[in-house]
Protein backbone atom coordinates (compact mmCIF):
# COMPACT_ATOMS: atom_id res chain seq x y z
CA UNK A 1 0.00 0.00 0.00
CA UNK A 2 1.38 3.45 -0.73
CA UNK A 3 2.22 6.09 1.71
CA UNK A 4 -1.38 8.21 0.36
CA UNK A 5 -3.07 5.08 1.12
CA UNK A 6 -2.04 4.64 4.37
CA UNK A 7 -2.97 7.94 4.94
CA UNK A 8 -6.46 6.96 3.91
CA UNK A 9 -6.99 3.49 5.03
CA UNK A 10 -9.54 2.78 7.81
CA UNK A 11 -9.56 0.68 10.82
CA UNK A 12 -8.80 -3.18 10.05
CA UNK A 13 -10.98 -5.93 11.22
CA UNK A 14 -9.53 -7.09 14.73
CA UNK A 15 -8.51 -10.93 15.28
CA UNK A 16 -8.68 -10.93 18.93
CA UNK A 17 -6.04 -13.45 18.30
CA UNK A 18 -8.07 -15.64 16.94
CA UNK A 19 -7.76 -16.60 13.17
CA UNK A 20 -10.15 -18.23 12.01
CA UNK A 21 -12.88 -15.58 14.05
CA UNK A 22 -11.11 -12.95 12.29
CA UNK A 23 -11.57 -14.47 8.77
CA UNK A 24 -15.05 -15.04 10.14
CA UNK A 25 -15.26 -11.24 10.83
CA UNK A 26 -13.54 -10.28 7.14
CA UNK A 27 -16.03 -12.89 5.15
CA UNK A 28 -18.70 -10.89 6.63
CA UNK A 29 -17.87 -7.27 6.95
CA UNK A 30 -21.09 -5.96 5.74
CA UNK A 31 -24.25 -8.27 6.50
CA UNK A 32 -27.97 -7.53 5.50
CA UNK A 33 -29.88 -9.77 7.44
CA UNK A 34 -33.85 -10.31 6.81
CA UNK A 35 -34.21 -6.73 5.43
CA UNK A 36 -37.40 -5.59 4.92
CA UNK A 37 -38.16 -2.36 3.49
CA UNK A 38 -42.09 -1.10 3.10
CA UNK A 39 -43.41 2.46 2.02
CA UNK A 40 -46.87 2.06 2.88
CA UNK A 41 -48.38 -1.42 1.49
CA UNK A 42 -45.79 -1.35 -1.04
CA UNK A 43 -42.61 -3.73 -0.35
CA UNK A 44 -39.26 -2.51 -1.95
CA UNK A 45 -37.29 -4.90 -0.55
CA UNK A 46 -38.35 -8.80 0.52
CA UNK A 47 -36.37 -9.96 3.51
CA UNK A 48 -32.75 -9.94 1.49
CA UNK A 49 -29.56 -11.47 3.10
CA UNK A 50 -25.99 -10.55 2.47
CA UNK A 51 -22.76 -10.90 3.64
CA UNK A 52 -19.67 -8.43 1.09
CA UNK A 53 -16.40 -8.99 2.75
CA UNK A 54 -13.92 -6.62 4.05
CA UNK A 55 -12.04 -5.04 0.95
CA UNK A 56 -14.34 -6.40 -1.52
CA UNK A 57 -16.04 -4.36 -4.57
CA UNK A 58 -19.64 -5.67 -4.48
CA UNK A 59 -21.81 -4.74 -6.95
CA UNK A 60 -25.54 -4.59 -6.56
CA UNK A 61 -27.82 -4.48 -10.16
CA UNK A 62 -30.80 -4.55 -11.59
CA UNK A 63 -32.87 -2.42 -13.37
CA UNK A 64 -35.14 0.80 -12.21
CA UNK A 65 -37.59 -0.32 -9.13
CA UNK A 66 -36.07 -3.43 -8.23
CA UNK A 67 -35.00 -2.18 -5.10
CA UNK A 68 -31.20 -1.96 -5.10
CA UNK A 69 -31.07 1.71 -4.40
CA UNK A 70 -33.37 1.39 -1.46
CA UNK A 71 -31.01 -0.87 -0.03
CA UNK A 72 -27.98 1.42 -0.49
CA UNK A 73 -29.45 3.98 0.93
CA UNK A 74 -30.61 2.05 4.15
CA UNK A 75 -27.01 1.14 4.28
CA UNK A 76 -26.17 4.97 4.30
CA UNK A 77 -29.17 5.84 6.95
CA UNK A 78 -31.06 7.75 4.55
CA UNK A 79 -33.87 5.06 4.77
CA UNK A 80 -34.88 3.52 7.88
CA UNK A 81 -35.23 -0.54 8.39
CA UNK A 82 -39.03 -1.88 8.38
CA UNK A 83 -37.00 -4.96 9.85
CA UNK A 84 -33.70 -7.06 9.74
CA UNK A 85 -30.44 -6.09 10.81
CA UNK A 86 -27.33 -4.49 8.66
CA UNK A 87 -24.11 -4.96 10.34
CA UNK A 88 -21.00 -3.36 9.70
CA UNK A 89 -18.21 -5.06 11.16
CA UNK A 90 -20.13 -6.68 13.92
CA UNK A 91 -21.85 -3.20 15.19
CA UNK A 92 -26.09 -3.22 14.48
CA UNK A 93 -26.54 0.19 12.37
CA UNK A 94 -30.51 0.08 13.60
CA UNK A 95 -30.52 2.67 16.00
CA UNK A 96 -27.51 4.58 14.69
CA UNK A 97 -28.31 7.96 12.67
CA UNK A 98 -26.30 8.66 9.32
CA UNK A 99 -24.06 11.17 10.23
CA UNK A 100 -22.18 8.38 12.88
CA UNK A 101 -22.22 5.17 10.94
CA UNK A 102 -18.63 4.26 9.71
CA UNK A 103 -20.08 4.85 6.05
CA UNK A 104 -19.79 7.44 3.31
CA UNK A 105 -21.70 7.92 0.37
CA UNK A 106 -20.80 9.36 -3.60
CA UNK A 107 -24.05 10.19 -5.44
CA UNK A 108 -24.08 10.14 -8.95
CA UNK A 109 -24.34 13.71 -9.07
CA UNK A 110 -21.38 14.35 -7.30
CA UNK A 111 -23.15 17.10 -5.17
CA UNK A 112 -19.75 19.19 -5.01
CA UNK A 113 -20.26 23.03 -3.40
CA UNK A 114 -19.56 24.92 -6.36
CA UNK A 115 -17.87 28.05 -4.24
CA UNK A 116 -15.68 25.83 -3.00
CA UNK A 117 -12.22 25.21 -4.76
CA UNK A 118 -11.47 21.10 -4.95
CA UNK A 119 -9.19 21.24 -1.73
CA UNK A 120 -12.38 22.88 -0.10
CA UNK A 121 -14.08 20.41 -1.22
CA UNK A 122 -12.70 17.59 -0.27
CA UNK A 123 -12.12 18.99 3.24
CA UNK A 124 -14.90 19.93 4.33
CA UNK A 125 -16.41 16.96 6.06
CA UNK A 126 -13.47 16.70 8.01
CA UNK A 127 -13.43 20.39 8.88
CA UNK A 128 -17.31 19.36 10.05
CA UNK A 129 -15.87 16.76 12.84
CA UNK A 130 -13.16 19.03 13.88
CA UNK A 131 -9.62 17.13 12.58
CA UNK A 132 -6.85 19.17 13.57
CA UNK A 133 -5.14 21.44 10.84
CA UNK A 134 -1.79 19.67 10.62
CA UNK A 135 -3.55 15.90 10.03
CA UNK A 136 -6.19 17.81 7.74
CA UNK A 137 -3.88 19.12 5.19
CA UNK A 138 -1.86 16.03 4.97
CA UNK A 139 -5.30 13.54 4.26
CA UNK A 140 -6.16 15.97 1.73
CA UNK A 141 -2.92 16.29 0.11
CA UNK A 142 -2.87 12.44 0.27
CA UNK A 143 -6.76 11.57 -1.20
CA UNK A 144 -6.17 14.50 -4.02
CA UNK A 145 -2.92 12.89 -5.05
CA UNK A 146 -4.17 9.45 -5.08
CA UNK A 147 -6.78 10.28 -7.30
CA UNK A 148 -4.21 12.46 -9.37
CA UNK A 149 -6.02 15.65 -8.66
CA UNK A 150 -3.72 17.49 -6.53
CA UNK A 151 -2.72 20.00 -9.79
CA UNK A 152 -6.18 21.01 -9.47
CA UNK A 153 -6.50 21.40 -5.93
CA UNK A 154 -7.38 25.68 -6.09
CA UNK A 155 -9.96 25.23 -8.91
CA UNK A 156 -13.60 25.21 -8.49
CA UNK A 157 -16.03 22.41 -10.06
CA UNK A 158 -16.98 24.07 -12.88
CA UNK A 159 -13.62 23.87 -14.32
CA UNK A 160 -13.28 20.52 -14.11
CA UNK A 161 -13.96 18.04 -16.70
CA UNK A 162 -17.05 15.30 -15.76
CA UNK A 163 -14.32 12.49 -14.68
CA UNK A 164 -12.27 15.07 -12.77
CA UNK A 165 -15.25 15.70 -10.77
CA UNK A 166 -15.83 12.18 -10.36
CA UNK A 167 -12.54 11.59 -8.64
CA UNK A 168 -13.12 14.98 -6.07
CA UNK A 169 -16.29 13.39 -5.05
CA UNK A 170 -14.23 10.41 -4.64
CA UNK A 171 -11.12 11.73 -2.41
CA UNK A 172 -13.96 13.49 -0.50
CA UNK A 173 -15.46 10.42 0.21
CA UNK A 174 -12.07 8.59 1.01
CA UNK A 175 -10.27 11.20 3.19
CA UNK A 176 -13.20 10.18 5.94
CA UNK A 177 -11.62 7.01 6.06
CA UNK A 178 -15.12 5.28 5.92
CA UNK A 179 -15.25 1.45 6.55
CA UNK A 180 -17.85 1.07 3.85
CA UNK A 181 -17.99 3.22 0.40
CA UNK A 182 -21.28 3.17 -1.30
CA UNK A 183 -21.70 4.57 -4.96
CA UNK A 184 -24.70 5.13 -6.64
CA UNK A 185 -24.14 4.90 -10.06
CA UNK A 186 -20.67 6.49 -10.37
CA UNK A 187 -20.49 6.54 -13.55
CA UNK A 188 -23.84 7.50 -14.99
CA UNK A 189 -23.11 10.64 -15.97
CA UNK A 190 -19.85 9.93 -17.85
CA UNK A 191 -19.80 9.55 -22.02
CA UNK A 192 -18.67 6.09 -22.62
CA UNK A 193 -15.09 6.68 -23.47
CA UNK A 194 -14.30 8.40 -20.45
CA UNK A 195 -17.07 5.75 -18.31
CA UNK A 196 -14.71 3.41 -19.69
CA UNK A 197 -11.13 4.74 -18.86
CA UNK A 198 -12.73 5.48 -14.97
CA UNK A 199 -13.79 2.41 -14.62
CA UNK A 200 -10.47 0.67 -14.47
CA UNK A 201 -8.96 4.17 -12.40
CA UNK A 202 -11.81 3.52 -10.01
CA UNK A 203 -11.03 0.07 -9.33
CA UNK A 204 -7.19 0.68 -8.97
CA UNK A 205 -8.03 3.47 -6.32
CA UNK A 206 -10.37 1.61 -4.30
CA UNK A 207 -7.61 -1.48 -4.54
CA UNK A 208 -4.68 0.64 -3.15
CA UNK A 209 -7.05 1.84 -0.25
CA UNK A 210 -8.17 -0.97 0.80
CA UNK A 211 -11.94 0.18 1.54
CA UNK A 212 -14.77 -1.89 1.13
CA UNK A 213 -17.18 -0.82 -1.49
CA UNK A 214 -20.96 -1.50 -2.51
CA UNK A 215 -21.85 0.05 -5.51
CA UNK A 216 -25.28 0.29 -7.41
CA UNK A 217 -25.55 0.15 -11.34
CA UNK A 218 -28.02 -0.35 -14.24
CA UNK A 219 -24.97 -1.16 -16.10
CA UNK A 220 -24.29 -4.26 -16.70
CA UNK A 221 -20.81 -3.92 -18.49
CA UNK A 222 -20.21 -1.54 -15.60
CA UNK A 223 -20.93 -4.51 -12.87
CA UNK A 224 -18.93 -6.88 -14.64
CA UNK A 225 -16.04 -4.22 -15.36
CA UNK A 226 -15.90 -3.11 -11.80
CA UNK A 227 -16.73 -5.69 -9.21
CA UNK A 228 -15.27 -9.09 -8.17
CA UNK A 229 -18.89 -10.22 -7.20
CA UNK A 230 -22.38 -9.47 -7.86
CA UNK A 231 -26.06 -9.53 -6.67
CA UNK A 232 -28.28 -9.56 -9.57
CA UNK A 233 -32.21 -7.90 -8.37
CA UNK A 234 -35.65 -8.16 -9.47
CA UNK A 235 -38.44 -6.77 -7.69
CA UNK A 236 -36.75 -6.45 -3.75
CA UNK A 237 -35.06 -9.31 -3.81
CA UNK A 238 -31.70 -10.96 -5.27
CA UNK A 239 -32.26 -13.27 -7.77
CA UNK A 240 -28.53 -14.72 -8.29
CA UNK A 241 -25.24 -14.23 -6.22
CA UNK A 242 -21.56 -15.00 -7.25
CA UNK A 243 -18.53 -13.27 -10.00
CA UNK A 244 -19.41 -12.09 -12.91
CA UNK A 245 -18.11 -14.97 -14.79
CA UNK A 246 -20.30 -17.35 -12.72
CA UNK A 247 -23.50 -14.84 -13.45
CA UNK A 248 -22.60 -14.66 -16.99
CA UNK A 249 -21.86 -18.17 -17.68
CA UNK A 250 -24.08 -20.07 -15.66
CA UNK A 251 -27.19 -17.90 -15.17
CA UNK A 252 -29.46 -19.66 -12.60
CA UNK A 253 -33.21 -18.40 -14.41
CA UNK A 254 -34.20 -17.16 -17.54
CA UNK A 255 -34.40 -13.31 -15.98
CA UNK A 256 -30.59 -13.60 -15.23
CA UNK A 257 -29.61 -15.15 -18.28
CA UNK A 258 -31.70 -12.38 -20.01
CA UNK A 259 -30.50 -9.19 -17.79
CA UNK A 260 -26.81 -9.87 -18.16
CA UNK A 261 -25.69 -9.84 -21.64
CA UNK A 262 -27.63 -11.32 -23.85
CA UNK A 263 -28.41 -14.51 -24.97
CA UNK A 264 -30.34 -17.25 -26.97
CA UNK A 265 -33.24 -18.58 -25.55
CA UNK A 266 -34.82 -22.29 -26.50
CA UNK A 267 -37.86 -23.73 -25.09
CA UNK A 268 -38.44 -27.37 -24.85
CA UNK A 269 -38.79 -30.55 -23.34
CA UNK A 270 -36.80 -33.14 -21.70
CA UNK A 271 -36.78 -36.41 -23.44
CA UNK A 272 -33.43 -38.36 -22.02
CA UNK A 273 -31.83 -37.38 -18.80
CA UNK A 274 -28.69 -39.22 -17.84
CA UNK A 275 -25.68 -38.22 -15.39
CA UNK A 276 -23.82 -37.03 -18.59
CA UNK A 277 -26.40 -35.69 -20.52
CA UNK A 278 -30.07 -34.40 -21.50
CA UNK A 279 -31.78 -34.17 -24.47
CA UNK A 280 -34.37 -31.94 -25.29
CA UNK A 281 -37.64 -31.61 -27.70
CA UNK A 282 -38.09 -27.86 -29.06
CA UNK A 283 -40.46 -26.61 -31.77
CA UNK A 284 -37.30 -24.10 -32.73
CA UNK A 285 -35.41 -26.16 -34.24
CA UNK A 286 -34.94 -29.07 -36.81
CA UNK A 287 -33.06 -31.10 -34.24
CA UNK A 288 -32.81 -31.88 -30.74
CA UNK A 289 -31.07 -29.76 -28.16
CA UNK A 290 -28.11 -31.42 -26.59
CA UNK A 291 -26.28 -30.79 -23.43
CA UNK A 292 -22.95 -32.58 -22.11
CA UNK A 293 -24.37 -32.46 -18.20
CA UNK A 294 -27.63 -34.19 -16.29
CA UNK A 295 -30.41 -32.05 -14.64
CA UNK A 296 -31.89 -34.71 -12.56
CA UNK A 297 -35.35 -33.25 -13.60
CA UNK A 298 -38.47 -35.75 -15.45
CA UNK A 299 -39.16 -36.47 -18.44
CA UNK A 300 -41.42 -34.23 -19.82
CA UNK A 301 -40.32 -31.47 -17.99
CA UNK A 302 -40.29 -27.82 -19.53
CA UNK A 303 -36.97 -26.17 -19.78
CA UNK A 304 -35.31 -23.47 -21.37
CA UNK A 305 -31.85 -23.48 -23.01
CA UNK A 306 -30.02 -20.35 -22.69
CA UNK A 307 -27.14 -19.91 -25.67
CA UNK A 308 -24.50 -16.73 -25.73
CA UNK A 309 -24.67 -15.26 -29.11
CA UNK A 310 -20.71 -15.92 -28.99
CA UNK A 311 -21.18 -19.73 -28.43
CA UNK A 312 -23.00 -19.61 -31.52
CA UNK A 313 -20.71 -20.49 -35.10
CA UNK A 314 -22.35 -19.60 -38.45
CA UNK A 315 -21.46 -22.18 -41.61
CA UNK A 316 -22.49 -22.08 -45.42
CA UNK A 317 -22.76 -26.27 -45.39
CA UNK A 318 -25.34 -28.22 -42.84
CA UNK A 319 -23.50 -29.33 -39.77
CA UNK A 320 -23.01 -32.76 -39.15
CA UNK A 321 -24.21 -34.34 -36.10
CA UNK A 322 -28.02 -34.75 -34.83
CA UNK A 323 -28.08 -31.59 -32.66
CA UNK A 324 -27.77 -28.13 -31.70
CA UNK A 325 -28.42 -26.42 -34.71
CA UNK A 326 -30.46 -24.76 -37.00
CA UNK A 327 -31.20 -23.47 -40.79
CA UNK A 328 -31.84 -19.97 -41.73
CA UNK A 329 -31.69 -16.89 -43.28
CA UNK A 330 -29.79 -13.58 -42.50
CA UNK A 331 -32.30 -10.93 -42.03
CA UNK A 332 -29.56 -8.29 -40.22
CA UNK A 333 -26.00 -7.45 -39.87
CA UNK A 334 -24.10 -5.15 -37.01
CA UNK A 335 -20.66 -4.28 -37.91
CA UNK A 336 -18.74 -3.85 -34.54
CA UNK A 337 -15.38 -3.87 -35.81
CA UNK A 338 -13.74 -7.11 -34.51
CA UNK A 339 -16.30 -9.22 -35.06
CA UNK A 340 -20.06 -8.82 -35.73
CA UNK A 341 -23.60 -9.56 -35.04
CA UNK A 342 -26.00 -11.96 -37.10
CA UNK A 343 -29.13 -11.88 -36.91
CA UNK A 344 -30.40 -15.19 -38.50
CA UNK A 345 -34.57 -15.87 -38.91
CA UNK A 346 -34.64 -19.88 -38.43
CA UNK A 347 -36.87 -22.09 -40.73
CA UNK A 348 -39.56 -22.11 -37.49
CA UNK A 349 -39.38 -18.76 -37.10
CA UNK A 350 -37.30 -17.60 -34.31
CA UNK A 351 -34.44 -15.13 -34.64
CA UNK A 352 -31.06 -16.33 -33.47
CA UNK A 353 -28.28 -13.73 -32.57
CA UNK A 354 -24.50 -15.17 -33.49
CA UNK A 355 -21.80 -12.72 -32.45
CA UNK A 356 -18.69 -13.88 -35.70
CA UNK A 357 -15.61 -12.42 -35.45
CA UNK A 358 -13.83 -10.95 -38.30
CA UNK A 359 -11.47 -13.95 -38.90
CA UNK A 360 -14.47 -16.72 -38.51
CA UNK A 361 -15.97 -14.55 -41.12
CA UNK A 362 -13.14 -14.56 -43.53
CA UNK A 363 -13.12 -18.14 -43.18
CA UNK A 364 -16.92 -18.75 -44.86
CA UNK A 365 -17.23 -15.63 -47.17
CA UNK A 366 -18.61 -13.35 -44.79
CA UNK A 367 -22.51 -14.12 -45.35
CA UNK A 368 -24.98 -10.80 -46.45
CA UNK A 369 -28.16 -9.78 -46.05
CA UNK A 370 -30.65 -12.45 -47.25
CA UNK A 371 -27.87 -15.46 -47.76
CA UNK A 372 -29.50 -19.14 -46.12
CA UNK A 373 -26.71 -19.75 -43.16
CA UNK A 374 -26.29 -22.26 -40.55
CA UNK A 375 -25.72 -21.54 -37.16
CA UNK A 376 -24.42 -24.39 -34.82
CA UNK A 377 -23.21 -24.82 -31.26
CA UNK A 378 -21.20 -27.24 -28.98
CA UNK A 379 -22.79 -29.64 -26.16
CA UNK A 380 -20.89 -27.42 -23.71
CA UNK A 381 -22.79 -24.01 -24.84
CA UNK A 382 -26.10 -24.27 -23.51
CA UNK A 383 -27.02 -23.72 -20.06
CA UNK A 384 -30.49 -25.18 -18.80
CA UNK A 385 -32.52 -23.33 -16.94
CA UNK A 386 -35.43 -24.43 -14.98
CA UNK A 387 -36.95 -21.05 -13.99
Not at 64 to 75: D, F, V
Not at 211 to 228: F, L, S
Not at 248 to 269: C, H
Not at 359 to 383: F, K, M, N, Q
Amino acid sequence: MSDQSNVLAGAGVSSSGNPAAAQNAADNFVQIVDVVKKFGETVAVKGVNLSVRKGELFALLGSSGCGKSTLLRMLAGLETVTSGKILIDGEDLAQMPPYRRPVNMMFQSYALFPHMTVESNVAFGLKQEGVPKAELKERVQAALELVQMARFAKRKPHQLSGGQQQRVALARSLVKRPKLLLLDEPMSALDKQIRQRTQIELVNILDKVGVTCIMVTHDQEEAMTMAGRLAVMSEGEIVQLGTPNEVYEYPNSRFSAEFIGSTNLFDGNVVEDEPDHVYIETADLPVRLYVSHGITGPLGMPVTISVRPERIALTRKPPEGAFNWGKGVVTNIAYMGGYSLYHVKLDAGKTVIANVSSLALSEIETPTWGDEVYVRWSASAGVVLTS
